[in-house]
């Protein structure tokens, strides 16, 4: 047997492929366009596996019932694409609450509301770190290949699993609907990551009790003879309900750190040519397909450009930017919103180098020719001069 | 001396609850575990699943496997449960509120699916834990914190709207007739499909003392004269319906159950294999 099988592949259906391989057995959702095919594959895949599908009454519900699905055990994800990723901003607080691993898909269109149903855009940026109510902190992953997207969103899984939380993946319109070339390796070579489960008798378990130097509970699911409370209320590690400020304190405190403090498992970045680079076009997506084309024809020009491309969204790359910051003379942002991304590389870049922004919304993508013009005409070097 | 019930499927930590003095919410919360316990059924398999509002606090004090969602989710949280763990028996616990207006969509989608989950709808005709707004339950007139000047909404028949939706079960109970609920929600969880059981509360907190409804005790004098059982309710003219309100096993049919429907899917791949 061949050690990995080559398939021409569809963006949305290599998002179902991985998922399905990282152990997806139940998925619930509402149709919206970009996002449909996902619904439509896991519908056809699933019960083939002894797996679940259920096309809920909304988005609500959706997010509602894949959470159940995973209290009750299961390992599971939705998808959606923006109004429907605002309808789920409820479903994910209670997720990171409640510490119930899932995998929540976006894939984006144009907004505010309704916008552009079938043009890219990548305007959640900020919504899928803070769309929901309250302190917390979140995953978020940003592939940008049919390729990647397939390996992205098995590691979404193992991060929900491993942290016991929500995982968003952030995807792009383009590369959702765009067919490319995809190497799936054989099951054997997958590293799929499952959750904790309880080692003590059910009397003595605690749903959210940490041991010494763990930050992530164990979990048992309903019906596997440990019974448990689970609330969107602040908790206790009991479980149950607490109005104590230091409960309070301690779970949101603990609810970041376990993510925070976990930052070198789950940061992932890919640098092209930043080595010797004056210049670093930080893009995620479709876009940082463009400024990578942009890169090679500016290195053609003479001029030395790099490709920053966090694959990680959220948590911030914040260690990796910094390094970035103190060797180019110049960062330049681009992304298809009007500067969400932008607003954190500034934060984090913006003390030791020159940090610029490029961005448009039209439904159209940004073009590697417009990156290099952006790069060439630097309004502040010439202002400065 | 807490009762053997309370000590058996109480988490007597948790308690006391937090309901007021004359709320009606413990005598339906005991129907459901009475019910339970009549049936024998096994704790480990056992699924409670609440929204939020008064009642839906009654989850964390029993000793199942349970859930406190969100508001006006429970069904769609115990839907996931359900689908993904059939050998669960999963029962939902709402308010009127939660469960008609909010919540109202997944009712309906819940009943249409006829997914085999016993919702009880703790039906005090207002919301509760917010301070007496009025809800879909409130009858046209009465007065809430949000109508000072009385409530001009038409108010919904639950038990209709889960029969029409196409639930299986559907029966309306109160709490002065506790035997009676407690027979209620043991038919609805037999039942492979999808009950609705709507128990008749009271809040004197709020819904009775904004509407000068009296003491608890008044309120439940209000169930026990005006509850007329479906045999004699048929019976009367339209001129004695008047005011009264009927109870009892509403509604009952066999179809097609939802997570049966799916395996049946699943069932016919590993077949082919």
Known sequence: ?385 | MPSQLINEFFRTENLPHIWCPGCGNGIVTRAIVKAIDNLGLDKDKVCVVSGIGCSSRASGYLDFNTMHTTHGRALAFATGIKLAKPELTVIVITGDGDCSAIGGNHLIHAARRNIDITTIVFNNSTYGMTGGQYSPTTPTGDKGTTAPYGNIDMNFDLCELAKAAGGTYVSRGTIFTANMLIKQVEEGIKNKGFSFIEALTTCPTYYGRKNKKGEAVDMMNYLKENAINIAAYDKLTDEQKDGKFVVGELYKNTRAEYVEEYQKIIESFSKER
């Open chain 1, 1 to 385: 047997m061949a050690d990995k099988t080559i398939k021409l592949m569809q963006g949305n259906e290599a998002c179902v492929e991985g998922a399905i391989a990282a152990g997806m057995r139940f998925y619930a959702g509402y149709p919206i366009t970009p996002s449909t095919e996902i619904a439509e594959l896991s519908a056809e895949k699933l019960p083939k596996i002894g797996g679940k599908f259920i096309q809920m009454e909304d988005e609500i519900a959706g997010i509602s019932a894949v959470i159940g699905a995973s209290i009750a055990g299961e390992k599971v994800m939705t998808a959606t694409s923006g109004p429907g990723f605002s309808l789920k901003q409820e479903g994910l607080g209670y997720a990171v609450i409640t510490e119930a691993p899932c995998v929540i898909v976006n894939v984006q269109r144009g907004g505010p509301s309704t916008g552009l149903p079938t043009a890219p855009a990548q305007g959640e940026i900020m919504q899928a770190r803070w769309g929901t109510h309250g302190d917390h902190s979140i995953i978020a992953l940003y592939p940008w290949s049919v390729k990647e997207i397939y390996n992205t969103t098995i590691k979404a899984f193992n991060l929900a699993e491993k942290y016991r939380t929500p995982v968003i993946l952030l995807m792009d319109e383009v590369i959702a609907h765009m067919r490319e070339k995809i190497e799936i390796p054989n099951n054997t070579e997958l590293e799929v990551y499952n959750r904790k489960k309880p080692t003590c008798s059910p009397e003595n378990y605690k749903p959210y009790e940490v041991k010494e130097g763990d930050l992530v509970p164990e979990m048992a699911g309903f019906g596997e003879g440990y019974r448990f409370h689970v609330t969107g209320l602040v908790h206790s590690e009991s479980g149950f309900p607490s109005g104590n400020e230091k409960v309070a304190e301690n779970l949101i405190n603990r609810l970041i750190d376990k993510i925070e403090d976990n930052k070198d498992d789950i940061v992932e970045v890919s640098e092209y040519l930043t080595e010797d680079s004056d210049i670093a076009i930080v893009a995620f997506g479709a876009t940082a397909r463009s400024a990578k084309s942009a890169v090679d024809t500016l290195r053609e020009d003479g001029i030395k450009a790099g490709l920053f491309r966090p694959i990680t969204i959220w948590p911030l790359a914040e260690k990796e930017l910094l390094e970035l910051s103190k060797k180019v003379k110049r960062i330049v942002v681009v992304e298809m919103n009007m500067g969400q991304y932008y607003l954190e590389v500034d934060r984090i870049a913006g003390k030791f180098t020159k940090v610029e922004k490029y961005g448009r919304l039209n439904g159209e993508l940004i073009t590697p020719e417009e990156i290099i013009s952006f790069v060439k005409e630097d309004q502040y070097a010439k202002s400065t001069n």
